[in-house]
């Protein structure tokens, strides 16, 4: 695995140690002052740099050992080369919850313009890629022990029966201590968050109660900035505890770009692929899944999970666990199909269809208990 290099400090460290950059990657790094310039002259072969702004000089001895420099794109709304997650208060900044419309001028929405209007052009499919690998990484650095994702659809409105259960489905994993990943938007993805945000609070039926005056993003097919806009202000005006240690992280897309993240998540691991997205979102929930009844988008996740752990192709099989019985078992009948599929497996265990909350959250705790135990061995 390369190393990869984001500040000049480690850079420093790195070359105190007389380590040469060969196959290194730094990023967004300012080499042009002299002292700095001179952390370079050493073996570059292989190195990559990533939007570094280098001497002349500099950049000639890179080209020439074969070192490759992607500089940074002019006039992207986005950074491509980022180190960090984001957060609700950067997607959302310059949006005032009296002008509801003012959502169009957030850099959440004008990213999302962007790629549609970039959508054929090579030189932003390869700059997107590049950010979504940024993400990735940031993703990575930010987990700590197994975390847990809740899948669910985004179509749950804030005054249904079934946003207070994932709700409430939160409270008790906040309770429990787990790290809870969903995929960022309303609905489903947004109740669970807001369970373990509050989770040690009080408060929880006055919250979801204010949120009733605009329970949907969207009232038909097709969704403006000002719907948007009114759903958006009523998640920002709750009053929510901030954690050192952010313990609920969405993974949206802009792929869904109509679709915004909700307010809820602490940090939000935003993808333009779709597809890395959700393989990323399945592979890092290491804790388990726990479904709640959602749409084709759910269903996807189920199959592509379980084939995760039908083969072990991502270490060994995980909880999953399908959250309402009669959804899972007679409406969309995926349960059954994945129970039978694992019979004999080592996974079959770790399945469960439930109506009880607590009984899904027992199985999560043994699971986690089973892994800290295996390591313990090793």
């Known amino acids: 695995m390369r190393t990869e290099i984001t500040d000049l400090d480690t850079l420093r460290r790195h070359r105190a140690e007389k380590r040469d950059l060969r196959g290194v990657v730094l990023v967004r790094l300012d080499l042009t002052a002299r002292e700095d310039d001179a952390l ?3 073996a570059l072969d292989g190195a990559v740099f990533l939007g570094c702004l280098l001497t ?39 949006f005032d919850p009296a002008r509801p419309e003012s959502y169009a001028d957030t850099p959440d929405a004008r990213i999302y313009r962007h790629t549609k209007e970039t959508k054929l052009d090579p030189l932003h499919a390869l700059t997107e890629r590049l950010h979504d690998h940024s993400i990735s990484e940031a993703l990575a650095d930010a987990m ?48 669970v968050p807001l369970g373990v945000r509050l989770s ?103 199959f592509q999970d379980y084939t995760q752990n039908h083969y072990s192709s991502i270490g060994p099989p995980a909880p999953m666990i399908f959250l309402g019985s009669r959804f899972w078992n007679e409406d969309v009948p995926a349960a059954p199909l994945v129970r039978r599929l694992a019979r004999g497996r080592e996974a079959e ?30």
């Open 200 to 302: 040690q609070s009080s408060s929880v039926d006055e919250v979801v109660r204010s949120l009733a005056i605009a329970p949907k993003f969207a009232s038909g097919s097709t969704v403006d900035a000002s719907e948007i806009g009114h759903w958006l202000a009523a998640g920002l005006a709750v009053d929510l505890p901030v954690d050192h240690t952010p313990r609920t992280i969405g993974i949206p897309t802009w792929f869904y770009g109509h679709e915004p993240p909700n307010p809820f998540c602490e940090l939000h691991a935003k993808y333009f692929a779709n597809s890395v997205r959700e393989d990323g979102l399945l592979t890092i929930a290491t804790g388990g899944i726990v479904y709640t009844p959602g749409s084709a988008g759910t269903v996807q996740e189920v």
């Open 56 to 94: 002349p000089e500099a950049a000639r001895r890179a080209e020439a050992a074969g070192a490759l420099a992607f500089p940074a794109v002019p006039d992207l709304p986005y950074d491509m080369y980022r180190s960090t997650l984001y957060t609700a208060t950067e997607l959302f900044d310059g």
């Open 349 to 378: 265990p770790w399945i469960m269809v439930t109506d009880d909350i607590d009984e899904a959250v027992t199985l999560l705790r043994a699971y986690a208990k089973s892994v800290q135990q295996a390591g313990a061995l090793r």
């Open 144 to 191: 700590t022990g197994h975390p847990v994702a809740v899948m669910g659809g985004h179509a749950l409105t804030r005054d249904s029966p079934g946003y207070r259960e994932a709700v409430d489905l939160g409270v008790t994993l906040g309770q429990e201590g787990f790290t809870v990943l969903t995929g960022g938007g309303p609905g489903a993805m947004e109740a």
């Open 40 to 42: 370079l002259r050493t």
